[in-house]
């Protein structure tokens, strides 16, 4: 079964704090997606990437970097945690191609900034 | 700009009632078209999505949804709910023939389910 695998689901960070969300698919697709969830307000796209080393700004990218150094992971990091920080984060994955469109999700990080 | 409206926030029927959830878009042409539903502490998982052709899209679970060009909408239904439908629904649209491009998410409906 294909998957998508978020490292944590559940994460406690301290304000000021440097913070890695890590994400690993093993479907060998190119294309891989960090997207926020707060009630209300759906699924907001922080950065995807769509290849190694590539990664474009999503809708809200600020206070967030990302790193794909290798193809079936994708890390979202958070510089300097503060509480509005504090959300549901899902990272999906797609092959590269029109014919392939169609996300797969993980599970979810639930990350509180205190 | 691109976007997607799920006018509904929150839609309570009783089991074994039919269901729709209403999905509008906004877009420079036809996008592609996608439902997802979530179940509480889980990711979001695809239902059914419309690419071209046929209007009447079937997905699993029992879902299908109506492409409406003119009126830019693609809702969810269902014929007879079940208890375990009980979730969150998103709709999302998606560029076509630009690969390497992210989907844009509605608000989503959350479903509760009455007995």
């Known amino acids: 079964d294909v998957k998508v695998t978020q490292s944590s689901r559940y994460l406690v960070k301290r304000t000021g704090e440097k913070v890695f969300l890590e994400c690993v698919q093993d479907?060998?697709?190119?294309?891989m997606f960090w997207y926020r969830q707060d009630p209300g307000l759906g699924l907001r796209l922080i950065y995807f990437?769509?290849?190694?080393?590539?990664?474009e700004k999503g809708d809200i990218p600020e206070g967030y970097s990302v790193s794909r150094e290798k193809k079936e992971r994708f890390s979202l990091i958070l510089e300097s945690a503060s509480t509005n920080q504090t959300s549901m984060y899902l990272c999906?994955?797609?092959?590269?191609?029109?014919?392939?469109?169609?996300?797969?999700f993980g599970s979810g990080t639930r990350l509180t900034v205190v | 700009a691109q976007s997607v409206t799920q006018p509904d926030i929150h839609i309570t029927v009783s089991e074994g009632a039919s269901l729709e959830l209403r999905c509008n878009y906004s877009?420079?042409?036809?996008?592609?078209l996608f439902w997802y539903v979530q179940s509480p502490g889980q990711g979001l998982q695809l239902l059914l999505k419309?690419?071209?052709?046929?209007?009447l899209v079937q997905g699993i679970k029992g879902f299908e949804a109506e492409f409406k060009r003119s009126q830019s909408s693609f809702n969810l239904r269902k014929p007879s709910v079940h208890w375990s439908d009980a979730a969150e629904y998103f709709c999302?649209?998606?560029?076509?023939?630009?690969?390497?491009?992210?989907?844009?998410f509605g608000k989503g409906t959350t479903l509760s389910v009455s007995s």
């Open positions: 479907m060998d697709h190119e294309n």
């Open positions: 990437s769509y290849d190694v080393k590539m990664k």
């Open positions: 419309y690419f071209s052709g046929d209007t």
């Open positions: 999302a649209v998606g560029a076509p023939n630009q690969a390497g491009t992210a989907l844009i």
């Open positions: 999906a994955s797609k092959r590269q191609g029109v014919s392939n469109y169609g996300y797969t």
């Open positions: 877009y420079g042409a036809t996008p592609y």
